[in-house]
C-alpha cells in the first residue's frame, strides 16, 4: 500500500482563513513535492523541497521538509475560493530498489466558503 | 512545448478487452510514471520507469504492463480489462536533477470506464 499519510482528508473553511495540511512517512525521502488538482485537470506542481528543515515559499503558500526527511507540511495563508481543489503530497524515494519512485498521498480536499 | 501528452483521452472497454494507453513526453525527461486515481483514494502509483528500457512495479502493479522502448514514450497496457480497472489514469514525467531532485509533470489524464 501507500507510503504516505496525509491529513486531513478535506477541510471546509471561509475565505481569508488560513490553512495547514501536513504528510508522514514510514520511509526517507530526499524530494517533497506538493501539487494541487482542480477538476477534471492533471495536478500541477505548486512547490518542491530538496533538503531536510528547507522552509520554501511560493505566494500565499509555504511548505517545510521535515528534519527527519519523512515528513512536510503545507500552508496556504489567507485563503481565497480558487484555492478549492484537491492538494497532494508526494515523495520521491532515495536510493536502493526503489530509486525514482515517487509516491503520493492521498489528498487533501479543500473547501473555500465565500 | 506539449509536455506531456496522453491519449486517448477517454475509453470505454468491455471486460475482457485489451488496449494500450499512450504516453509521450517532450522533455527529454529520464524518468516516466503511470498512476491510476480513484475517488478517496488519491494517486497510486502502478509501474514507473527510470530510463528508457528500464521498469519497475508501483503499488498496484497487478493487471498491468508496461513498456518503455523509446526514452520518450511510456506505454500501459491492460491485456484482458476488467471493471475494478474503471479509473482516471495519469501519466508523469520528471528530470533526476542536481543530488537526485525532481519535478514531476503531468498529463490531463485518461478516463477508462470497463463494462
Known amino acids: 500500500g501507500q507510503q504516505l499519510n496525509q491529513s486531513p482528508q478535506s477541510m471546509f473553511i471561509q475565505e481569508g482563513e488560513d490553512v495547514s495540511m501536513n504528510c508522514t512517512s514510514s520511509s526517507i525521502f530526499n524530494t517533497w513535492l506538493w501539487y494541487k488538482q482542480d477538476p477534471g485537470e492533471g495536478p500541477v506542481l505548486l512547490i518542491a523541497l530538496y533538503k531536510a528543515g528547507e522552509l520554501t515559499s511560493n505566494g500565499r503558500l509555504t511548505a517545510q521538509f521535515g528534519i527527519t526527511r519523512k515528513d512536510s507540511f503545507l500552508n496556504i495563508s489567507a485563503s481565497i475560493p480558487s484555492d478549492v481543489g484537491i492538494y497532494f503530497c508526494?515523495?520521491?524515494?532515495?536510493?536502493?530498489?526503489?530509486?525514482?519512485?515517487?509516491?503520493f498521498g492521498q489528498g487533501t480536499i479543500l473547501t473555500v466558503h465565500p | 512545448n506539449a509536455g506531456v501528452t496522453q491519449t486517448p483521452k477517454f475509453r470505454v472497454l468491455k471486460t475482457g478487452q485489451s488496449m494500450t494507453l499512450l504516453c509521450a513526453q517532450d522533455m527529454n525527461h529520464e524518468y516516466m510514471y503511470w498512476y491510476r486515481q480513484d475517488p478517496g483514494m488519491g494517486l497510486r502509483l502502478i509501474h514507473y520507469s527510470v530510463g528508457e528500457g528500464t521498469t519497475a512495479k508501483g503499488e498496484v502493479p497487478d493487471g498491468y504492463n508496461v513498456s518503455r522502448l523509446k526514452k520518450q514514450n511510456f506505454l500501459l497496457g491492460l491485456e484482458s480489462a476488467a471493471p475494478s480497472q474503471t479509473s482516471v489514469y495519469f501519466c508523469?514525467?520528471?528530470?533526476?536533477?542536481?543530488?537526485?531532485?525532481?519535478?514531476?509533470?503531468f498529463g490531463q489524464g485518461t478516463r477508462l470506464t470497463v463494462v
Open positions: 508526494a515523495g520521491l524515494s532515495a536510493g536502493g530498489t526503489s530509486y525514482g519512485k515517487l509516491t
Open positions: 508523469a514525467s520528471s528530470y533526476p536533477g542536481r543530488l537526485g531532485n525532481t519535478e514531476a509533470f
